[in-house]
């Protein structure tokens, strides 16, 4: 097994390619012409260990309300379920400029195509294709795909608290 030192998990944290690695592991898991805006919304809640965490045990059946909002147990004491999702719009603010380039990366990898404001995978993933920590990450992103595709945009724009942009 290969250890990896701070450097090396800084550089694969912040690596684009990896980020577009995520986006089209999200991609295969919505399954149908997405909003591109809807893309930026992604990476802020897979790059947080506890709402990642969450994402690795979600089903076809999750909503973002199953996911984020019942509340969890910490130490004997139940806090609101929304603390998975805490400094996400610090998160999204901070990380347009990488999901652009992650976007950009899979467009010229032929890998999405973009088409008006909608993207479309060509080339879908399959998280089970990965072992250990790769597959908990690409399962967490294919999910987080399935529960915005059942999810109104309005909705996860209220309950994410971004601001909907035509």
Known sequence: MIQMGIKEMSTLSTNPHYY???????LSGYDKPCEARLLFMT???????????????ANSRSKMESLFSSPQ???DRKIAGKTRLSG?????NTLLEDCKKAIIILSSENN???KDKNIVVLQRLQYKDHKGK????SRAAYYLGLVFANADED????FLGVEKHE
């Open 88 to 92: 996400y719009l610090n998160r999204y």
């Open 112 to 114: 999405i195509v973009i």
């Open 20 to 26: 577009a690695f995520l986006l089209q592991n999200f």
């Open 155 to 158: 909705h996860l724009c209220y």
């Open 73 to 75: 147990s910490i130490n």
């Open 43 to 57: 990476l802020p809640i897979l790059l947080y260990s506890e709402s990642r965490e969450k994402l690795v045990t």
């Open 134 to 137: 790769i597959k908990d990450w």
